[in-house]
């Protein structure tokens, strides 16, 4: 196997004998792995400039309870259970339950809150526009076409993600984790 780094863009492909591979990512795992590094350490959404925005998963966490005590009626979070949220709880291997936690669904309405809950917006869209099969009301759910809104969402979430980092959440030290490098 070899990369030819010369003639390939930022090295995303590589050759096994004279044949060029393109690696492609499992979506659901790809999920999981941003949910499950969220449990333990805190992602800054903007690595390289001086004033860091943090995404955490306390204010995932701190949400779903406020949910669950002032809206004991008519909860905005139905479908998110212990499982879904308490670390030792979580079934880490479950792909729905991290696409529901980081889906368009999850309410955040802190102060605090504005940077996690923009990052999951990201997440459910991202993950929204790889995994469309049908025309739907929502542009990165349907299928890729050559015009289609994904291209550009593309363009944007690669740079996105660029710029992301994972940082230990006393510290702030930088992680270097799969999810994001690769």
């Known amino acids: 196997m070899k990369r030819n780094f010369?003639?390939?863009k930022q090295a995303q492909t590589f050759e096994v004998g004279n044949v060029e591979v393109v690696p492609l990512f499992d979506p659901p795992h790809l999920i999981k792995g941003i949910r499950n590094n969220l449990l333990t350490k805190d992602l800054t959404i903007n690595c390289d400039e001086k004033e860091k925005r943090i995404t955490s998963w306390d204010v995932i966490k701190t949400a779903w309870i406020m949910d669950k005590k002032l809206n004991t009626i008519r909860p905005q979070l139905k479908k998110i259970t212990k499982e879904h949220i308490e670390e030792d709880k979580i079934k880490k291997m479950r792909v729905k339950h991290a696409t529901q936690v980081l889906s368009g669904t999850l309410k955040i309405d802190t102060e605090e809150g504005i940077t996690t809950a923009e990052t999951v917006l990201f997440f459910n869209d991202l993950f929204d526009s790889?995994?469309?099969?049908?025309?739907?009301?929502?542009?990165?759910?349907?299928?890729?076409?050559?015009?289609?809104?994904?291209?550009?969402?593309?363009?944007?979430?690669?740079?996105?993600?660029?710029?992301?980092?994972?940082?230990?959440?006393?510290?702030?030290e930088s992680i270097s984790v799969p999810s994001l490098k690769n």
């Open 6 to 8: 010369e003639k390939r």
């Open 130 to 172: 790889v995994n469309g099969s049908e025309v739907s009301k929502n542009d990165l759910r349907s299928p890729v076409t050559e015009d289609s809104a994904h291209h550009a969402f593309w363009t944007d979430a690669k740079n996105r993600l660029r710029k992301m980092c994972y940082v230990h959440k006393v510290t702030g």
